[in-house]
């Protein structure tokens, strides 16, 4: 469903836009499409007085699974947040361990102090972290908006799995543009 409106009390979160993920080969939005629609619509929501979250990864899951381990320790300003993003010190920072912006962080707490309705997602990757935040926002009760147009993912079908056949069942969707427009 294309996005109808925005909550009053609405959140923009960035999932991931940090230079190791980044600089990674997505598709079908290229990364620097991404970066600059986020860029863009945070400045939007700091300009209406809305908040922006900026969520970075710096670890994974504890317990076994298939995908085969990088090579190596990351560099050391993997997990740094892209400068295009212009983190402002009234941002909401968070920091994961796991795909998911809220599962072992205080997202959740933050929100509600603040009496937010509504998240507006963005970042990569598509059907990892923006997909698992979508999903835990949705059971958290807030209203979910997924911006199509900002966010990519290491593999297309993943990406076009999620925005397809998994978004439009957790919320709605929309461009960055349409986004914007709501914003008014």
């Known amino acids: 469903m294309t996005a109808t409106t925005l909550d009053p009390r609405t959140a923009l979160i960035v999932v991931d836009l940090q230079k190791g993920i980044a600089g990674m080969p997505v598709a079908p939005v290229p990364a620097q499409d991404v970066i600059a629609r986020s860029a863009a619509l945070a400045a939007a929501f700091r300009a209406k007085g809305l908040p922006v979250v900026l969520v970075n990864v710096t670890g994974g899951a504890p317990g076994r699974n298939e995908a085969p381990a990088r090579g190596g320790q990351p560099p050391a300003d993997w997990a740094d947040l892209v400068a295009e993003l212009d983190?402002?010190?009234?941002?909401?920072?968070?920091?994961?361990?796991?795909?998911?912006?809220?599962?072992?962080?205080?997202?959740?707490?933050?929100?509600?102090?603040?009496?937010?309705?509504?998240?507006?997602?963005?970042?990569?990757?598509?059907?990892?972290?923006v997909e698992s935040t979508a999903r835990f926002a949705q059971e958290y009760g807030y209203h979910v908006t997924v911006v199509t147009d900002a966010v990519s993912d290491m593999s297309a079908e993943a990406h076009a799995n999620s925005v397809e056949r998994i978004f439009p069942r957790l919320g709605e969707t929309g461009t960055a543009e349409e986004i914007t427009k709501l914003l008014g």
Request: no cysteine; glycine share 12%; aromatic share 6%.
């Open 87 to 129: 983190a402002q010190d009234s941002d909401i920072r968070v920091t994961k361990q796991t795909w998911g912006a809220f599962y072992g962080t205080d997202l959740d707490s933050q929100l509600r102090r603040r009496g937010i309705t509504q998240v507006v997602l963005t970042g990569i990757a598509t059907s990892i972290g």
